[in-house]
């Protein structure tokens, strides 16, 4: 089975500042991973996902994750958050052969201070 | 609206009651999965569907656990004699998978929190 771990539990950081979110993931197989955002009393939305490709990919606010194979890292990067990106941040890993599970790790609560 | 959609959103309980819950999912997706989250924590696996069809099951689904989805479409949850460690947030998730798309991420639902007193 997969394990995600993300390392910051939380991340306070005044607004306009560059933020990373980190995630490692246990695994000698293939996958595909996830970044999901959850705001306050909502479900898990989509934020980017890497399937293969390119190891850079982007999101429509700003977000962007670098997939490293040889670190087995997907860590989530800003480099200027706004007030309205103060959420939960989960990673996730599925694999690339069966994708039928997905893996979470334990989420990022990341808080931008005004 | 067609994301996924939970009924209830909220359910207090007593202990040794039972509840259920229900899931739609987006309606072309063939897959549907279970999650429960606690607080502090990431989604955990229960199961998920292939169509009608029970795939996988986590052993974090105690025999008091069940699930169901009878056509294909929507789901049911069961908890039968719950328990006060049952309290948590389930969520619902949907995807379609086939052989071409094994990257096609899951879309959530918004959950049904479940709190046993």
């Known amino acids: 089975a997969q394990s995600v771990t993300q390392l910051d539990s939380q991340v306070p950081v005044f607004e306009e500042a560059p933020v990373e979110l980190r995630c490692n993931y246990s695994?000698?197989?293939?996958?595909?991973l996830f970044w999901y955002v959850q705001y306050p009393n909502q479900g898990l939305q989509l934020l980017l996902k890497y399937l293969s490709g390119s190891t850079l990919v982007e999101s429509i606010n700003g977000f962007e994750a670098e997939f490293n194979k040889s670190q087995t890292s997907f860590h989530l990067r800003k480099p200027s958050v706004h007030i309205s990106d103060t959420a939960e941040y989960f990673c996730?890993?599925?694999?690339?052969?069966?994708?039928?599970?997905?893996?979470f790790g334990t989420g990022t609560s990341l808080t931008v201070i005004p | 609206d067609t994301g996924v959609s939970q009924d209830p959103r909220h359910k207090i309980t007593k202990r040794g009651q039972n509840v259920t819950f229900r899931c739609d999912p987006i309606?072309?997706?063939?897959?549907l999965y279970w999650y429960r989250q606690t607080l502090g924590q990431g989604p955990e696996f229960l199961t998920y569907f292939q169509n009608e069809a029970q795939l996988e099951k986590s052993r974090l689904l105690s025999d008091r656990f069940s699930a169901e989805r009878p056509k294909g479409s929507f789901s049911t949850l069961e908890i039968q004699r719950t328990e006060q460690g049952d309290s948590a947030m389930y969520l619902c998730?949907?995807?379609?998978?086939?052989?071409?798309?094994?990257?096609?991420?899951?879309?959530f639902g918004p959950g049904t929190r479940l709190t046993v007193l």
């Open positions: 996730a890993v599925s694999d690339r052969m069966t994708g039928n599970q997905f893996y």
């Open positions: 309606s072309e997706h063939n897959r």
């Open positions: 695994s000698s197989v293939s996958v595909y």
């Open positions: 998730a949907s995807r379609f998978s086939s052989p071409r798309t094994g990257g096609n991420e899951q879309f």
